[in-house]
């Protein structure tokens, strides 16, 4: 059973940065392509980051291309992503994707396996 578990949300002023982290235990992490979303009150889930099974290729909304960047530790099962210069738009449930199919995916449907989500908020 694969379980995805992200940490490292919480409250930041506009202008300042956070790290999220993903963890997923019970598959082959190394075989996975990652994603992050994020969906805000009101509004439909929406893509934000993508990264190949290798970190090498990566992929972002228009919206964070910039300020946020996606990575991954194959050695540690997790998948990172920094964001910096939030905006208080920014402020969403983030959610973190494991696609077992390797590549760089955008698409919410081609992900099987979703984490909880967590809350960043970001106050202006």
């Known amino acids: 059973q694969v379980q995805v578990v992200e940490s490292g949300g919480g409250l930041v002023q506009a202008g300042g940065s956070l790290r999220l982290s993903c963890g997923v235990s019970?598959?082959?992490?190394?075989?996975?392509?990652m994603g992050w979303f994020r969906q805000a009150p009101g509004k439909e889930r929406e893509f934000v980051a993508a990264?190949?099974?290798?970190?090498?290729?990566?992929y972002y909304a228009e919206s964070v291309k910039g300020r946020f960047t996606i990575s991954r530790d194959n050695a540690k099962n997790t998948v990172y992503l920094q964001m910096n210069s939030l905006k208080p738009e920014d402020t969403a449930v983030y959610y973190c994707?494991?696609?077992?199919?390797?590549?760089?995916?955008?698409?919410?449907?081609?992900?099987?396996?979703w984490g909880q989500g967590i809350q960043v908020t970001v106050s202006s």
């Open positions: 994707a494991a696609n077992p199919g390797v590549s760089l995916v955008v698409s919410d449907f081609e992900y099987d396996y």
């Open positions: 019970g598959g082959t992490f190394s075989k996975y392509g």
């Open positions: 990264i190949n099974w290798s970190g090498v290729s990566t």
